[in-house]
């Protein structure tokens, strides 16, 4: 934690008993979850309870909603502290912190005090985001591109709508409680004109979970399909406008990039600390592989490129918060892509340090390169990012 920019009591109070939790909650447990076969043997209801024990899971909730209202930043270095131990737990509660935030901000106060306090008040409750669909994917990142409609559609009937289709690959889809939807609302237009945004919670008649994903790694987290068929939202489950959805995107998500960067930016901290003391211990050629100049500068980037990502992911997290100080669109875009480029590379440099040893499960590094792969994804493709960003730069 020592190289974490601390800037003050309450931030480093937060990250040590966030620290504690993950050492005696998940690091015990981290191995045994990853090795399950059956991808939902890898989420632990266990985990979920002892974080709202320790006030985790509603961190970011304000006071007069009974949480305890922590900014962007501070949520930014908790999430990367939980990513040092593992990617899943980071984004399992990535996504819950990160919604509870926008719901706050989106939602009118009727929506706020049904949702809320059923949130604060369940251990087990945690949110998701439905946006991907089969056909309808980076679409959504680029929609002035792309000009493509969701293909899930709700149609209009008496006290609210009628919704089919299906959405894919959705953090925490099979165990949140509550779950912002994003539908196409008219046909005949582009998801930037046409969509709408919607409240739906788990055990509605018509919306059930489809197939939960077996990925390659960030198993401790679990993705899943929603389905919906001839499924009724009522009314009063409507965010904003009808046919605004893609505006309640844009507008109340600036930080979730930037936590989505943190929790990868976790992942390479711990791969670089397990190369500095693999190269600090190993010992060819008559001396410590740190002592042979090019491990060390090897490790010297290492450091410089997390460094170089935290301080990005800082600042956007920060911005995101102060928009009045400087905030710039791409900051909601671009700090994921440099820090999963930058975790990509710390983890084959690791498996590199490692030599023969690095291959071999017991390591642990092939865990870290598997989840490591995750975000050059997740949270939208980098190259997508990249032409979202040139979007608001240049355009
Ligand atoms: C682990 C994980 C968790 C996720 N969690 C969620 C979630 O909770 N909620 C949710 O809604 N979604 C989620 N997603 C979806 C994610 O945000 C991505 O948007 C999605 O995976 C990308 O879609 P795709 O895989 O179909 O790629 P595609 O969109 O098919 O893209 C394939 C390739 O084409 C490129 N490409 C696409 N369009 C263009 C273009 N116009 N110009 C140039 N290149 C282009 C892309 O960059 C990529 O390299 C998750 C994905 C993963 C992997």
Known sequence: MHEIFIQNEDQ??????????????VAPKVAELD???????????????AADAMGLRTLTLSEEYGGLGVDSLTTAMVVEELGRFDLGISVVFAQTLKLAQ?????????????????????????????ITEPETASNYFLPQRAKAPYRTFAEKVDGGWVVNGMKHFISNGNVAKTYLLFVQ????????????CFIIEQGMEG???????????????????LIFQDFFIPE?????????GHGVLSEFFPQSNAYAAA????VAVNAYERAVEWAQTRVQGGKHLIEHDGIAADLAEMRMLIDGSRSYIHRAAWLADNQEHGWDRSLGALPKVMASQAAWKIVTRTLEIHGGHGYMKEAGIEKLMRDAAAFLHSDGVNRTLLLKAAGFLYD
């Open 185 to 196: 609302t008219e046909k005949g237009v582009p998801l930037h004109e046409g969509s709408t």
């Open 207 to 225: 919306f059930t979970i489809g197939r939960v994903h077996d990925k390659m790694g960030e198993r401790l987290a679990n993705n899943a399909e």
């Open 236 to 244: 009063e489950n409507l965010v904003g406008e009808v046919g605004k």
């Open 12 to 25: 480093r109070a937060i990250l040590e008993s966030v620290r504690r939790f993950a050492e005696e909650e």
């Open 102 to 130: 926008i719901f706050e901000k989106a939602t009118n106060p009727e929506q706020r005090e049904r949702h809320l306090s059923k949130y604060r008040d369940d251990p087990r409750h945690l949110f998701a985001i439905g």
């Open 263 to 266: 929790s990868i930016i976790g």
């Open 35 to 49: 090795a399950q076969q059956n991808p939902e043997d890898g989420f632990s209801w266990d985990i979920v309870e």
